[in-house]
């Protein structure tokens, strides 16, 4: 698909859908989103560029081997699940930090359920656009 | 083998393998010896103190929550076959050394017989059923390795599968009975099944945990119908045989027996079940012995007569039968071990076991006929040895059970004399007397290889001359156990001149005639075999060969390699396991709790269903993809509208990556119909099976639409998600707090399917047209 | 609305069983597609519905919210059953270069066909 407007377009739209989709992966745990949809949207973000630009475009945004960026994701998750091990608590279970609470606001809420988002969103972005770009290539 | 190891080991020398094999056959000879002795002298230490009524108990958690614990127990009985299997165990692990000496197997053998003992001595030690029957399957596992141990030889690899299908089978069916047996007792201790003493046969079950374990118990001991494995199993090594055939294996069925007989026996199904299958194959055997040349097929013969008997007395459940299987047992365990050996010995020394072709042994060999002798003398039943208390035991047993004493003693007298004449033909055919035909100069065997018959042979004497000892420790203490009562017990070798004695000297008057009239009598049977109906061995090669052919057309008819057709059977399974259900539990509706409908959802369903069926007739594939697209969103829409924001977004996002995806591999496949569609039958048959499968489906998802939901566990997220995971999106909060683990695993099936794709993208196929 | 969700279920399940026992592949593959579609909203539909209740929990508001627990089920099962389709799209590909078939009919290579004379001399 060799068409300028698409091409300017799609280059737009990737930085666009990528920066939703942290967004979406942000505040999944309060508001729709999360993970699977940042991840989902991302993948997404970066085929459309991919169709305007080739696969070899989608390898050198990504910067790292999609297979890599799975792996990493999934690395991500079980590390998180095994960081409340060191609390004596079981696998996986939430750990909190609130940053600047008072008596009456919570504050900034970190936890590892989020680490553990952001491994299932990696796998989810690296796993789809991987597929995509492998069948760009090779068929 | 891999070619580098070949070449390995041909680059040693020869006698540095001898060395290695050597070295670990003495591992495993030594661990074998050392647990055999620890065994069998742990056993005597407790000699005393339970035969004054104090079982050796010992007890550890395994599967708590099955009700299955590591509850060993040794009374009386268990006492008894622990002695006989570990003392037997130290005489055989002594004369395998010899016999395999210089084998490449040796290791492996004795590896075998060590865990078949642990095997066994768990069997008759476990006080918990489920324990017993884990130790019955690896006794049945541990015999079928030693039957087959020449697994080169067509012949033992056969026996080996019969032994194991026969006994496993019945292993089969005594599982299903132990559980039904601790469901009827309401225990599954042993201990606690006997001391409610004979509950169990007033349960309405009781004919079917009887003709269930029995099965095991027949199935294990060789009654008949079940007789032919034991025979065939002879192809074992002789130590194998003489192991399995004297204390092990095959008294395994006995020993239940004789365990249960206390709760399930004293009724009229336990006394014909047991008198018949005995009577039976006592007799039979006895004739069966009588017609072979190769002695140790005619031992393996003479065992199962044994069995017989002893079944045959355990039908009563009075004191002297209990009495005469328990002191015939200890007898046939003697003199069968010794023999066994004695002819593995002869075996080893002439390369032969044709009686008709060895004579006058004693005089190459004096050790081995001395042992052999004075076993069969016991075996004939001549005083003093152990073998006449037996037989007058027999005698006097089937004297007092019998209604009907004539018939059972006209059999026993007859197996008894068959048995006689078996014992002279080993003593004046093999040993002392007869011809011997063969060409090379038989040698005495190794002291390893003699000592085992000889010390059985005297044990055989020694307590038939001084029955004291071993009547007050062992078996009185065993029929004790047996009769779930104390037992007082007597045995002497001299009663006067009753009954029992006078059949005595009938018994032997027949054995000489049978002795000397041998060639004719077996000339006899074989002409009646001849007009037998097929039993035994051929009714299980006819089964075998039936079950196997039935497997390969049933296979043959499941497995076509063709996709529709397994699709078809599992949707028709589906919708006749389904609809039949539904027939017998209609679900109940409550038609109270509809909902109306709303225009938008109305619209909604009414386009997924135009493009459903547009999908169905369509014949381009962009029509396809575009109906699929629009069912998919409507999906996503409903979604959206029924409160699930996050699965709506999701079925949209994946719902479009799916157009780019399928898009970019169809431009590669060809257009279809690129082949004319299914004949119309079957395309009737698929259309009923997929309105079929419809209707089932829409009729369960009503159902269970209009039934009340238990929400407790959706109400424990919503109550839980802000206060205890600190997020307001329930669904987010499941996926990676509460049910974290379930989505790391999903998660990981994402990313194997990825690396999948990208992996199987990247192989080149070479084509090859279709066939 | 119960009846009529019901109904959408039964049609969809039957097209999709009768694209799955096409003897063409790439029906199969649309077949595939539409039942994994099919068990997501079976799966949503028995949890229960409720009209414009998200599962948020918002400050002071009702108790009342749709069923979360499908929710969560059908998510990921969403995001597995497409890395499912991916995967036997390719291999039908694969399949397709290799044999040079769509119909499943054909494509018995790896399975073959034994007469059960010649399976009982072998045994």
Same mark, same amino acid.
């Not at chain 2, 002789?238 to 007989?261: D, F």
């Not at chain 3, 590909?93 to 072998?122: C, F």
């Given at each position: 698909?060799?068409?300028?407007?698409?091409?300017?377009?799609?280059?737009?739209?990737?930085?666009?859908?990528?920066?939703?989709?942290?967004?979406?992966?942000?505040?999944?745990?309060?508001?729709?989103?999360?993970?699977?949809?940042?991840?989902?949207?991302?993948?997404?973000?970066?085929?459309?560029?991919?169709?305007?630009?080739?696969?070899?475009?989608?390898?050198?945004?990504?910067?790292?081997?999609?297979?890599?960026?799975?792996?990493?994701?999934?690395?991500?998750?079980?590390?998180?699940?095994?960081?409340?091990?060191?609390?004596?608590?079981?696998?996986?279970?939430?750990?909190?930090?609130?940053?600047?609470?008072?008596?009456?606001?919570?504050?900034?809420?970190?936890?590892?359920?989020?680490?553990?988002?952001?491994?299932?969103?990696?796998?989810?972005?690296?796993?789809?656009?991987?597929?995509?770009?492998?069948?760009?290539?090779?068929? | 083998?891999?070619?580098?190891?070949?070449?390995?080991?041909?680059?040693?020398?020869?006698?540095?393998?001898?060395?290695?094999?050597?070295?670990?056959?003495?591992?495993?000879?030594?661990?074998?010896?050392?647990?055999?002795?620890?065994?069998?002298?742990?056993?005597?230490?407790?000699?005393?103190?339970?035969?004054?009524?104090?079982?050796?108990?010992?007890?550890?958690?395994?599967?708590?929550?099955?009700?299955?614990?590591?509850?060993?127990?040794?009374?009386?009985?268990?006492?008894?076959?622990?002695?006989?299997?570990?003392?037997?165990?130290?005489?055989?692990?002594?004369?395998?050394?010899?016999?395999?000496?210089?084998?490449?197997?040796?290791?492996?053998?004795?590896?075998?017989?060590?865990?078949?003992?642990?095997?066994?001595?768990?069997?008759?030690?476990?006080?918990?059923?489920?324990?017993?029957?884990?130790?019955?399957?690896?006794?049945?596992?541990?015999?079928?390795?030693?039957?087959?141990?020449?697994?080169?030889?067509?012949?033992?690899?056969?026996?080996?599968?019969?032994?194991?299908?026969?006994?496993?089978?019945?292993?089969?069916?005594?599982?299903?009975?132990? +559980?039904?047996?601790?469901?009827?007792?309401?225990?599954?201790?042993?201990?606690?099944?006997?001391?409610?003493?004979?509950?169990?046969?007033?349960?309405?079950?009781?004919?079917?945990?009887?003709?269930?374990?029995?099965?095991?118990?027949?199935?294990?001991? !060789?009654?008949?119908?079940?007789?032919?494995?034991?025979?065939?199993?002879?192809?074992?090594?002789?130590?194998?045989?003489?192991?399995?055939?004297?204390?092990?294996?095959?008294?395994?069925?006995?020993?239940?027996?004789?365990?249960?007989?206390?709760?399930?026996?004293?009724?009229?199904?336990?006394?014909?079940?047991?008198?018949?299958?005995?009577? +039976?194959?006592?007799?039979?055997?006895?004739?069966?012995?009588?017609?072979?040349?190769?002695?140790?097929?005619?031992?393996?013969?003479?065992?199962?007569?044994?069995?017989?008997?002893?079944?045959?007395?355990? !039908?009563?459940?009075?004191?002297?039968?209990?009495?005469?299987?328990?002191? #015939?047992?200890?007898?046939?365990?003697?003199?069968?071990?010794?023999?066994?050996?004695?002819?593995?010995?002869?075996?080893?020394?002439?390369?032969?076991?044709?009686?008709?072709?060895?004579?006058?042994?004693?005089?190459?060999?004096?050790?081995?006929?001395?042992?052999?002798?004075?076993?069969?003398?016991?075996?004939?039943?001549?005083?003093?040895?152990?073998?006449?208390?037996?037989?007058?035991?027999?005698?006097?047993?089937?004297?007092?059970?019998?209604?009907?004493?004539?018939?059972?003693?006209?059999?026993?007298?007859?197996?008894?004399?068959?048995?006689?004449?078996?014992?002279?033909?080993?003593?004046?055919?093999?040993?002392?007397?007869?011809?011997?035909?063969?060409?090379?100069?038989?040698?005495?065997?190794?002291?390893?290889?003699?000592?085992?018959?000889?010390?059985?042979?005297?044990?055989?004497?020694?307590?038939?001359?001084?029955?004291?000892?071993?009547?007050?420790?062992?078996?009185?203490?065993?029929?004790?156990?047996?009769?779930? !009562?104390?037992?007082?017990?007597?045995?002497?070798?001299?009663?006067?001149?009753?009954?029992?004695?006078?059949?005595?000297?009938?018994?032997?008057?027949?054995?000489?005639?049978?002795? #000397?009239?041998?060639?004719?009598?077996?000339?006899?049977?074989?002409?009646?075999?001849?007009?037998?109906?097929?039993?035994?061995?051929?009714?299980?090669?006819?089964?075998?060969?039936?079950?196997?052919?039935?497997?390969?057309?049933?296979?043959?008819?499941?497995?076509?390699?063709?996709?529709?057709?397994?699709?078809?059977?599992? #949707?028709?399974?589906?919708?006749?396991?389904?609809?039949?259900?539904?027939?017998?539990?209609?679900?109940?509706?409550?038609?109270?709790?509809?909902?109306?409908?709303?225009?938008?959802?109305?619209?909604?369903?009414?386009?997924?269903?135009?493009?459903?069926?547009?999908?169905?007739?369509?014949?381009?594939?962009?029509?396809?993809?575009?109906?699929?697209?629009?069912?998919?969103?409507?999906?996503?829409?409903?979604?959206?509208?029924?409160?699930?924001?996050?699965?709506?977004?999701?079925?949209?996002?994946?719902?479009?990556?799916?157009?780019?995806?399928?898009?970019?591999?169809?431009?590669?496949?060809?257009?279809?119909?690129?082949?004319?569609?299914?004949?119309?039958?079957?395309?009737?048959?698929?259309?009923?099976?997929?309105?079929?499968?419809?209707?089932?489906?829409?009729?369960?998802?009503?159902?269970?639409?209009?039934?009340?939901?238990?929400?407790?566990?959706?109400?424990?997220?919503?109550?839980?998600?802000?206060?205890?995971?600190?997020?307001?999106?329930?669904?987010?909060?499941?996926?990676?707090?509460?049910?974290?683990?379930?989505?790391?695993?999903?998660? !990981?099936?994402?990313?194997?399917?990825?690396?999948?794709?990208?992996?199987?993208?990247?192989?080149?196929?070479?084509?090859?047209?279709?066939? | 609305?119960?009846?009529?969700?019901?109904?959408?279920?039964?049609?969809?399940?039957?097209?999709?069983?009768?694209?799955?026992?096409?003897?063409?592949?790439?029906?199969?593959?649309?077949?595939?597609?539409?039942?994994?579609?099919?068990?997501?909203?079976?799966?949503?539909?028995?949890?229960?519905?409720?009209?414009?209740?998200?599962?948020?929990?918002?400050?002071?508001?009702?108790?009342?919210?749709?069923?979360?627990?499908?929710?969560?089920?059908?998510?990921?099962?969403?995001?597995?059953?497409?890395?499912?389709?991916?995967?036997?799209?390719?291999?039908?590909?694969?399949?397709?270069?290799?044999?040079?078939?769509?119909?499943?009919?054909?494509?018995?290579?790896?399975?073959?066909?034994?007469?059960?004379?010649?399976?009982?001399?072998?045994?």
């Amino acid at each position: 698909m060799n068409s300028l407007i698409f091409s300017t377009i799609s280059r737009l739209l990737v930085g666009l859908m990528l920066l939703f989709s942290v967004f979406l992966l942000w505040r999944g745990h309060n508001e729709p989103g999360g993970g699977f949809i940042g991840g989902l949207v991302a993948a997404a973000g970066i085929i459309v560029y991919g169709l305007a630009e080739g696969p070899g475009m989608m390898r050198k945004l990504l910067r790292i081997a999609p297979q890599t960026l799975v792996l990493i994701g999934l690395l991500t998750s079980v590390v998180s699940g095994l960081l409340p091990l060191l609390q004596d608590s079981s696998f996986l279970t939430g750990m909190w930090l609130f940053i600047g609470a008072t008596e009456t606001e919570k504050g900034l809420g970190l936890g590892t359920p989020l680490i553990f988002d952001i491994g299932v969103y990696l796998v989810v972005v690296g796993g789809v656009s991987g597929m995509v770009i492998a069948l760009e290539e090779e068929l | 083998m891999p070619a580098d190891i070949t070449s390995q080991t041909n680059a040693y020398s020869n006698s540095e393998i001898r060395k290695g094999i050597n070295g670990s056959a003495n591992t495993a000879f030594a661990c074998a010896l050392i647990s055999a002795i620890v065994f069998f002298v742990a056993y005597l230490s407790q000699v005393s103190s339970i035969a004054a009524g104090t079982p050796w108990t010992f007890s550890g958690e395994w599967v708590p929550r099955l009700g299955v614990q590591l509850d060993f127990r040794v009374d009386g009985l268990s006492l008894l076959f622990g002695l006989l299997i570990s003392g037997i165990g130290i005489l055989v692990f002594l004369y395998s050394y010899g016999y395999f000496k210089v084998h490449k197997g040796h290791a492996r053998l004795q590896w075998l017989l060590l865990s078949f003992m642990l095997a066994m001595l768990g069997l008759v030690s476990s006080d918990n059923i489920i324990l017993l029957f884990i130790f019955w399957e690896l006794t049945t596992i541990t015999s079928f390795l030693l039957v087959g141990f020449d697994h080169e030889n067509t012949q033992a690899r056969r026996s080996a599968l019969q032994a194991l299908l026969v006994t496993g089978g019945g292993g089969l069916a005594l599982l299903v009975g132990l +559980i039904m047996l601790g469901q009827a007792s309401g225990s599954y201790l042993l201990s606690e099944i006997i001391a409610s003493g004979s509950a169990v046969t007033e349960h309405e079950h009781y004919p079917v945990i009887l003709t269930l374990i029995l099965l095991g118990a027949f199935t294990k001991s !060789a009654q008949f119908p079940f007789h032919f494995w034991l025979p065939n199993a002879m192809a074992a090594p002789s130590p194998v045989s003489a192991y399995l055939h004297s204390a092990t294996m095959v008294k395994a069925g006995i020993y239940l027996m004789m365990r249960l007989q206390s709760s399930l026996g004293g009724t009229e199904e336990w006394f014909y079940a047991l008198s018949i299958a005995g009577g +039976i194959t006592a007799v039979w055997s006895s004739m069966m012995a009588l017609r072979q040349t190769d002695l140790k097929l005619m031992l393996a013969w003479t065992t199962v007569m044994a069995l017989g008997t002893i079944t045959m007395f355990l !039908a009563s459940n009075l004191q002297i039968a209990a009495l005469a299987a328990v002191t #015939f047992l200890i007898v046939h365990a003697f003199y069968k071990c010794a023999l066994f050996l004695a002819i593995g010995n002869v075996d080893k020394s002439t390369g032969t076991r044709d009686f008709n072709k060895l004579g006058s042994l004693v005089r190459f060999m004096p050790i081995t006929a001395l042992g052999a002798v004075l076993a069969a003398l016991s075996m004939a039943g001549f005083p003093p040895f152990l073998g006449f208390i037996g037989k007058e035991l027999i005698y006097e047993g089937t004297l007092t059970i019998a209604d009907q004493p004539w018939i059972i003693v006209a059999a026993a007298v007859a197996a008894n004399a068959m048995m006689v004449g078996i014992a002279l033909t080993f003593i004046f055919r093999v040993f002392l007397g007869g011809e011997s035909t063969i060409t090379r100069e038989p040698k005495e065997v190794y002291a390893v290889m003699w000592v085992g018959p000889v010390v059985l042979a005297i044990a055989g004497l020694l307590t038939g001359l001084l029955p004291g000892q071993i009547t007050e420790y062992v078996i009185q203490p065993a029929v004790s156990s047996v009769m779930a !009562a104390s037992a007082e017990v007597k045995l002497s070798l001299w009663h006067g001149i009753n009954g029992p004695l006078i059949l005595s000297i009938i018994t032997v008057a027949v054995g000489i005639m049978l002795f #000397f009239s041998l060639s004719i009598v077996s000339r006899m049977i074989n002409n009646l075999v001849e007009k037998l109906p097929v039993v035994g061995d051929s009714a299980y090669e006819f089964l075998l060969n039936r079950t196997q052919f039935v497997a390969s057309k049933l296979t043959n008819r499941l497995q076509t390699g063709s996709l529709s057709h397994y699709l078809t059977i599992v #949707f028709m399974a589906f919708v006749v396991s389904v609809a039949v259900t539904l027939l017998y539990h209609p679900v109940s509706m409550d038609f109270d709790r509809l909902t109306p409908v709303t225009p938008f959802i109305a619209i909604v369903v009414f386009l997924m269903i135009s493009a459903a069926l547009v999908l169905t007739f369509s014949n381009t594939r962009l029509l396809a993809i575009c109906a699929l697209g629009v069912v998919g969103s409507g999906v996503a829409v409903l979604f959206l509208v029924f409160g699930a924001i996050d699965v709506a977004i999701t079925q949209l996002m994946v719902e479009t990556l799916f157009v780019v995806l399928i898009a970019t591999v169809l431009i590669k496949l060809p257009r279809f119909p690129d082949q004319t569609d299914p004949a119309k039958t079957r395309g009737l048959r698929d259309a009923v099976i997929a309105i079929a499968a419809g209707v089932v489906m829409a009729i369960i998802t009503l159902g269970v639409s209009l039934t009340p939901l238990d929400l407790t566990v959706t109400h424990f997220f919503e109550e839980n998600s802000l206060a205890q995971a600190y997020g307001r999106n329930i669904v987010n909060v499941i996926l990676v707090d509460f049910r974290a683990l379930d989505t790391l695993g999903e998660v !990981a099936v994402v990313a194997t399917a990825a690396l999948a794709v990208i992996a199987l993208l990247k192989v080149r196929v070479h084509a090859q047209g279709p066939r | 609305m119960e009846i009529l969700l019901s109904l959408l279920v039964g049609v969809l399940m039957s097209v999709s069983v009768w694209m799955l026992l096409s003897r063409n592949l790439v029906k199969f593959l649309f077949g595939l597609v539409l039942i994994s579609n099919v068990a997501n909203l079976i799966i949503f539909k028995v949890g229960g519905l409720t009209v414009g209740a998200p599962a948020l929990i918002t400050d002071g508001g009702s108790a009342e919210y749709a069923n979360s627990l499908p929710q969560a089920l059908v998510l990921t099962a969403i995001v597995i059953g497409f890395g499912l389709v991916s995967f036997t799209l390719v291999l039908a590909h694969k399949a397709y270069q290799a044999i040079g078939t769509l119909n499943v009919d054909e494509m018995t290579l790896a399975e073959k066909r034994q007469d059960p004379a010649d399976s009982e001399k072998s045994s």
